[in-house]
């Protein structure tokens, strides 16, 4: 008996939709492909220690995996790594992760464990490098991460919570994200909603194509009252340092064993609608000098306050924080071109690289006057934290010289002889530059104070 019209139509529909399953099935959107390449490069780390009690830190809002506690007091700790060269048995992760520790073993995808010896670490881009001894492992080395947009589908892949090897996926929500740490770290922050949680720090960020854009640093968990808590977890803002930054960093590991950082000699800040107005700039891109420090680079380049600096090596400069990092990671002694905007027109002035003393990342500052004390930036904790800008002293020694002149920890120094210090950077460019006393404006408590420290 012939089918009717009705029936016929019904078997053809079933026939499509059978078809367009099969086709679905066939080329089903997934990231198992980029997961099978990467996933065996990345390691589970465990560090020991002992806690040394509470520790100013520049990234004081991630999960630190040694916990502060009573001096002495044995400490364990997590995180992740990818490993990103094979043959050298070299180890990438966070500086937060190894922060401190006594012994560091790697666990691999295979579940051998490895002693791991610390090459060199960076706490101003929370990058550390390690090595092992193993034959037969896997390797993903380090892409690059310019060619990532806003959109693109990442894969996480770390061990969260003391979890074995975790994958998430999601999108980079934004690109270049600075300000999240403190100022004395080089921020390019890839952002993501991919679920970053403790314990993935140092983890992969890859995209679909299996390549290493990103070392998984930080997540934001408000929640619990700050960044990188444990106990809020994950609210769908991750970061990354970019893969084009972690290498960077590598390569000086590997050259020098330390990071050394350019330096220009300039003081500068955002331009502002205000600004832009007031010197008839076309745009809000670029860094505005605001002052240009004695004997510096910049000073024998030409360069003067009032500039805006808006090119290196012909490549435009979009913020403050841009030029910032180019300049910090361009080799020491090399010759770059500084596009300026100056009254109006544009020129072009050489300078050559000087080297910036690691004086942020010490904390101390290079001043007998100052002898006794730690800096470092205003902790998250701290009652004046976004309230003021300047210097916190982190620590002081009782009876030293900086105590007797009457410099007391948690104190926050504002500025040094009428001069405003914004970051520890300025605060030991403009304490290099007085040659005789240092007039301190300092925020201690409700009230705010001269210090005079001969």
């Known amino acids: ?157 770390g061990s969260p919570f003391n979890l074995d090897q975790t994958v998430t996926l999601g999108i980079v929500s934004a690109l270049g994200r600075t300000s999240i740490g403190g100022r004395d770290a080089y921020e390019d922050f890839i952002q993501t909603d ?93 860094a505005l000098v605001t002052r240009v420090l004695e004997d510096s680079p910049a000073e024998e380049a030409g360069i003067q306050a009032e500039d805006v600096i808006v090119s290196v090596d012909d490549e435009p400069v979009d913020d403050p924080a841009d030029l910032r990092n180019r300049i910090a990671f361009s080799p020491v002694g090399e010759t770059v071109r500084i596009g300026i905007l100056r009254d109006g027109d544009r020129i072009e002035k050489e300078a050559v690289i000087g080297e910036m003393q690691p004086l942020a990342v010490a904390g101390k500052i290079s001043s007998e006057k100052l002898e006794g004390a730690e800096f470092g930036e205003i902790g998250r904790d701290h009652p004046w934290s976004g309230r003021v800008q300047g210097v916190e002293v982190s620590s002081i020694e009782p009876g030293s010289r900086a105590w007797e002149s009457g410099l007391r920890r948690g104190d926050i120094i504002l500025a040094v002889n009428r001069e405003a210090v914004r970051s520890v950077e300025e605060f030991a460019d403009t304490v290099e530059e007085q040659e005789d006393v240092l007039a301190l404006l300092v925020q201690r408590g409700g009230r705010r104070m001269l210090v005079v420290v001969r």
């Open 1 to 157: 008996m012939a089918k009717s019209v009705p029936g016929v139509f019904l078997t053809l529909l079933a026939l499509s939709f059978s078809l367009s399953v099969s086709n679905h099935a066939a080329e089903k959107l997934t990231a198992a492909p980029a997961v099978k390449k990467a996933a065996p490069a990345v390691v589970h780390i465990s560090v020991f220690g002992q806690a040394r009690g509470r520790r100013p830190q520049v990234f004081d809002f991630f999960q630190f995996p040694m916990p502060d506690g009573s001096p002495g007091e044995p400490v364990r700790g997590t995180g992740s790594g990818v490993i990103i060269d094979a043959g050298e048995g070299h180890v990438i992760t966070n500086h937060h992760v190894i922060d401190n520790a006594e012994q560091i073993t790697v666990r691999l995808d295979d579940r051998r464990i490895l002693e791991a010896e610390l090459i060199g670490s960076d706490p101003g881009t929370d990058i550390a490098l390690l090595r092992i001894e193993a034959e037969n492992v896997s390797e993903l080395p380090l892409g690059d991460s310019e060619t990532l947009e806003i959109g693109d589908f990442v894969v996480a892949i």
């Open 194 to 286: 991919a679920s970053i949680n403790p314990g993935n720090s140092g983890g992969a960020l890859v995209d679909l194509e299996g390549r290493l854009v990103g070392i998984n640093t930080a997540l934001i968990s408000p929640g619990a009252g700050g960044f990188g808590n444990a106990v809020a977890g994950n609210v769908g803002i991750g970061f990354a340092v970019p893969s084009n930054m972690a290498r960077a960093v590598v390569d000086q590991l590997l050259e020098f064993g330390e990071i050394r950082r350019g330096r220009l000699g300039v003081l500068i800040e955002e331009v502002s609608p205000g600004l832009a107005q007031a010197y008839d700039l076309e745009e809000l891109t670029g």
